[in-house]
């Protein structure tokens, strides 16, 4: 009976585990997308994230884009990596799951659909919420090589850039 009263002595002031993502990213986040191609003028949208915790390191990770007719929802999840501080994946729930990862306040992620590289950057500050996401093509990159020899390095056409400053309005 002491054995168990000393351990849950020692145990009752230990700290919990902190929430895999920080508390203030979570609640919905609106603001005007831009969307910058190669093709024309920039075009703006309505755009909202959601991030609400669930079960187990899980968070909705639901994004709209868009209004009426054209709305779009994407309702994704976040799920921490057990046991790898600051590592999620973004599971898109269809069998895609992207890689991500938070470094200080931007979470990052880059993947490649087809001839495509995306790379996407959510950086929170307080109240605001700022979304990048480029996409390049890898199909016919600007290729060089040091005058002095060494490796060739490729450069890929930037295809697009969007880019957004959500403003939190739930919590």
């Known amino acids: 009976m002491t054995g168990v009263l000393i351990v849950a002595a020692l145990t009752a002031g230990q700290p919990t585990d902190p929430p895999a993502l920080p508390a203030g990213w979570v609640g919905k986040w609106v603001g005007t997308l831009t969307i910058t191609t190669d093709k024309g003028d920039p075009q703006e949208l309505p755009m909202s994230l959601e991030v609400r915790p669930l079960a187990d390191g899980r968070y909705t990770w639901r994004l709209v884009y868009g209004e009426g007719e054209k709305r779009q929802t994407r309702d994704y999840e976040l799920v921490a990596k057990a046991g790898k501080p600051g590592r999620f994946e973004i599971d898109e729930k269809n ?13 990052y992620a880059i993947f490649q659909v087809g001839e495509a590289v995306i790379h996407s950057r959510y950086e929170q500050a307080g109240d605001v ?43």
């Open 129 to 171: 919420l700022r979304v990048e996401m480029t996409a390049y093509t890898t199909r016919d990159p600007l290729a060089t090589k040091p005058t002095a020899g060494g490796a060739e390095v490729k450069s890929p056409q930037l295809l697009s850039a969007q880019s957004a400053e959500l403003k939190k309005i739930e919590k």
């Open 95 to 107: 069998g895609i799951r992207l890689g991500a990862r938070l470094i200080g306040n931007t979470l």
